[in-house]
């Protein structure tokens, strides 16, 4: 009679585990359909932010807005992070050779974390130069960035808010 009980268990534990592995790979395959189908930015999307920023780190910095600057510096970072993190397996090559903006990078931070005026607009021309630079060793030579001319925000504010 033992043997009939142990059976019967052995039986019903192993056909709730055939439905189980049967129900957890139909999720499985649900939630590789939906992760496949959701929105992820492009390289170039991507690229585009980061020129908006570049944009904008200027002005704020030209309006000695020192705490925006810093801001978009870091947008910038989190850009090439981002570029890094979610294109490195479809864009490897270009990612790799982005790693020459990291030092103009680090040098316009040093500078608006110092608030220096003439520091920050030689890195903030070497950071241009380099984003050029970049462009041209990944066949994109047509792609010029420059230190802008107008605002790309023409809804902000650059200069510092008065202290109050």
Known sequence: ???????????????CHTKSAAHDQSAIKDLQNKISHIYQPGFGDIMSIIQIHHAKLWFAAVQHNWALANFEIGEIKEGIEDIE???????????????????????????????????FHKN????????????QATGHAFIQIKVPDYSPAINQEFSPMPKQ
């Open 85 to 119: 993190q979610y294109k490195k397996e479809e864009h490897g090559d270009y990612v790799a050779a982005m790693k020459m903006i990291d030092e103009p990078i680090d040098k316009v931070a040093k500078a608006i974390e110092q608030k220096n005026d003439s520091a």
């Open 124 to 135: 903030y021309i070497l950071l241009t130069n380099t984003c050029n630079t970049c462009h």
């Open 1 to 15: 009679m033992k043997n009939i009980y142990f059976c019967l268990l052995l039986f019903f534990s192993l056909s």
